[in-house]
């Protein structure tokens, strides 16, 4: 997964404007690669991964090994029971919002919202469906993958996505569609 996300996020991180971001943090960033690419965006920034216990020791191992030591941070928790840590200008979740019901998605959502700093953003990168499920092909492939997998896990519709946004409070909700067929969507707090 590190390799793959490695490889992806420069591309997928291309079109978030970091100009007035100085902290990220990065929700189940796993290893850490797309933090490692915001900081590699913009020197000033520092990131943390938030991520579970038992990630966490490999997370400090990939950050430690590429050398972003002292750009970024971990915290360790579950956000389906733990509070998020506050004070940060960016959200990012990628590659969350599909194993999780909706309802365990709504929740995070509105912690996510209550870690942002007044202006902050949240950018949640996913597979977003149209609302017959049926578009992106490949993300209709992957809901039956998270269906057999996940105990309630799918993926969500860009109205439902737009909906847990709004009950959590954001503004300005807008979505980028790459080529793979996956998006992101983002929200602000104002």
């Given amino acids: 997964m590190h390799d793959r996300a490695k490889k992806q996020a420069p591309q997928q991180l291309a079109n978030i404007d970091l100009s007035r971001i100085k902290s990220i943090l990065d929700v ?3 290893s ?3 933090s490692m690419e915001f900081v590699s965006r913009k020197h000033e920034v520092e990131a943390t991964v938030f991520d579970l216990p038992n990630v966490v020791p490999i997370t400090e191992k990939f950050i430690d ?3 972003f030591t002292s ?3 971990t915290h360790s ?3 389906t029971v733990d509070d998020l840590p506050v004070g940060f ?3 990012f979740l990628s590659a969350i919002i599909h194993s999780n019901p909706l309802e365990v998605n709504q929740n995070l959502v509105k912690k996510c919202f209550n870690s942002l700093n007044a202006n902050g953003k949240i950018v949640i990168q996913d597979w977003i469906m149209n609302n017959d499920r049926t578009q992106p092909a490949g993300g209709a492939i992957f809901a039956i993958n998270m269906l057999v997998g996940t105990e309630a896990g799918d993926c969500f519709t860009e109205q439902e996505v737009t909906e847990m946004l ?3 409070g954001f503004k300005n909700i807008s979505r980028i569609e ?3 067929g996956s998006s992101q969507m983002t929200g602000q707090k104002i």
């Fill in 28 to 30: 189940g960033g796993g």
């Fill in 32 to 34: 850490g690669a797309f």
């Fill in 65 to 67: 090994k590429e050398g």
């Fill in 71 to 73: 750009k970024i941070k």
């Fill in 77 to 79: 928790g579950d956000y």
């Fill in 89 to 91: 200008d960016l959200v």
């Fill in 166 to 168: 709004t009950a959590a």
């Fill in 178 to 180: 790459f080529e793979s």
